[in-house]
């Protein structure tokens, strides 16, 4: 079984542009969270989705945004981008049959310049 | 709000001998699950072992166990017989279940080891 999906691997933008990221949850998994990962420090929370709804935000700015879609796959946006946005982006999934467990993703590299 | 600590940043030991990894968290539920995870270069986080706040029983997995001590807010991860592969940075990170669909998990800044052959 597939286990969770991001792309892209690596992307590098410019300060101003915006971005897409996306996430593919293992499959029967309905909640997908976002993470950030700046180099050198643990993972901080920015969203958590579940069966579509948004169930939790961290402290980030509106320029964050996030959805997830009817088969539960999920995007992340990022508008302004600014320097200190370039980290690691996690994403996880969870399902009912292991609650509270997260399975994560091999993440998305993103360097903006 | 909860927070997690990771006190040492970097440790390093001999293959095949035991080493200590530790955490204390800060918070107020009486009921959460604590985790350790290792990332790897790869970059993914694997999950390592699993704590249940109101089990007393230390979770134990193959070469993996931890000492809880809940009133002392305290989780140390115990690596048995190291392996090269084991080579990664290890997290603390902890959970609230409050409601299944809303679990922000909350990391420590974690521990890099190293196992030398």
């Known amino acids: 079984d597939a286990g969770v999906t991001q792309s892209p691997t690596h992307l590098i933008k410019t300060r101003g542009q915006q971005v897409t990221l996306r996430c593919s949850p293992i499959?029967?998994?309905?909640?997908v969270s976002w993470y950030q990962q700046v180099l050198g420090q643990g993972p901080q929370f920015i969203f958590q989705?579940?069966?579509?709804?948004?169930?939790g935000r961290g402290n980030f700015p509106d320029r964050f945004s996030a959805r997830q879609f009817p088969n539960y796959s999920s995007e992340l946006n990022v508008n302004a981008l600014l320097l200190g946005d370039s980290a690691l982006y996690l994403c996880?999934?969870?399902?009912?049959?292991?609650?509270?467990?997260?399975?994560f993703g091999a993440g998305t590299r993103l360097s903006v310049l | 709000a909860q927070t997690v600590t990771q006190s040492q940043p970097e440790m390093s030991v001999q293959e095949a001998e035991t080493v200590t990894l530790s955490c204390t968290y800060d918070?107020?539920?009486?009921?959460?699950?604590l985790f350790w995870y290792k990332q790897p270069p790869s970059r993914q986080m694997i999950l390592v072992i699993r704590?249940?706040?109101?089990?007393?029983q230390n979770a134990t997995e193959n070469r993996f166990s931890v000492n809880f001590q809940k009133a002392a807010k305290s989780f140390s991860l115990k690596i048995s017989d190291s392996q090269l592969g084991d080579t990664a940075m290890y997290f603390c990170?902890?959970?609230?279940?409050?409601?299944?669909?809303?679990?922000?998990?909350?990391f420590g800044t974690g521990t890099r080891l190293t196992i030398i052959p």
């Open positions: 996880a999934s969870s399902g009912r049959l292991a609650k509270n467990i997260q399975y």
């Open positions: 499959s029967g998994h309905k909640s």
């Open positions: 989705y579940y069966e579509k709804e948004e169930r």
């Open positions: 918070t107020s539920e009486n009921n959460y699950y």
């Open positions: 704590q249940e706040a109101y089990k007393q």
């Open positions: 990170a902890f959970t609230p279940p409050i409601n299944f669909g809303n679990e922000k998990l909350t």
